[in-house]
């Protein structure tokens, strides 16, 4: 049945009114359209609904066998489309699924879960890994935002730059040769860590710049995760070229010191990612902004 709720309210104010010209005149129509509107009525029910007497536009039985599931449906229409679901984080149980890179985990979760302790309390947090299929676990929804550097999300998705970063060199405190600085030499001459993380671009932009810039660095060891890269560092010559935030972090809790780097590595931009089937859910719009003032800068 081809019938809108604008049909229904029409067939509420005949029935109220017992007449087509009072119900134009409530409704804010003109005559004619309220008796197309009442044929098409017809047509839908197979039943007059409504036959003209002395007394006006009397409802057959049939109308008034509808009439009062139709003002239910009616009733249930406008409460669902004037509706307008809150969220209360006080209140929630919601459990968010955020996508991240570890360099994200390391830097940004502590004060992330600091906060909500406080503003929500019953909130839960699931962390998912930036992979390559991130961008259809957002269009599902299995995931209600991605965060971190990500350059395969830039297009497509909703968007939203949290802090600039820059690389720096960590090297550590006890190094048999690297003293108050880093010497390019020096760079060239020690054996590196590579990190390869899956679903990032901080592999990509440090290792274009080099070879733009015609360096080779002499790669001792590959990983796949900024994870423990400090206490390999501490513990070893090696060098890790690694996102200033996080560098601050891993010096305070190893015994490495940063170097600031003697190459021209280019900056880039830590984002918040979302799709646009969510960009109007309550509870994604407040742990955007969550998430927007704790790291915006």
Known sequence: MDVDLKLLTIFEEVYKTRSVSRAAANI???????????????????DPLFVRTSR????????????KPMREAIALLRSTLGSRVV???????????????????????????THLEKAAPS?????????RDTPQVLESGDADL?????????????????????FVCLVSRK???????LTLPQFLAEGHIEVTT????????????????????????????????GLIVANTGLLVVVPQRLAD?????NDVRIAPLTVELPSYRVKQHWHERYVSDAANIWLRSVVSRLFST
């Open 87 to 113: 969220f209360d984080p006080l209140t929630s149980t919601r459990k968010f699924r955020i996508a991240m890179t570890d360099i994200s985990q390391i830097v940004m979760l502590p004060a992330l879960m």
């Open 175 to 181: 190094h048999p040769r690297i003293r108050s600085k």
């Open 146 to 166: 991605a965060i971190g550097f990500m350059p395969q999300l830039m297009a497509g998705f909703y968007q939203q730059t949290l802090f600039e970063q820059r």
């Open 28 to 46: 804010g129509a003109t005559q004619p359209s309220i008796s197309i509107a009442l044929a098409k009525l017809r047509r839908s029910f197979n």
């Open 198 to 229: 899956p679903g990032t671009g901080h592999y990509q932009v440090v290792d274009q710049a080099l070879k733009r810039q015609r360096i080779k660095r002499r790669v001792a060891l590959q990983v796949p995760s900024y994870l423990g890269v």
């Open 56 to 67: 006006g536009m009397e409802p057959t039985p049939h109308a008034e066998a509808v009439i």
């Open 249 to 253: 972090i891993v010096a305070r809790e």
């Open 123 to 131: 909130v839960s947090i699931d962390i998912l890994h930036i992979t």
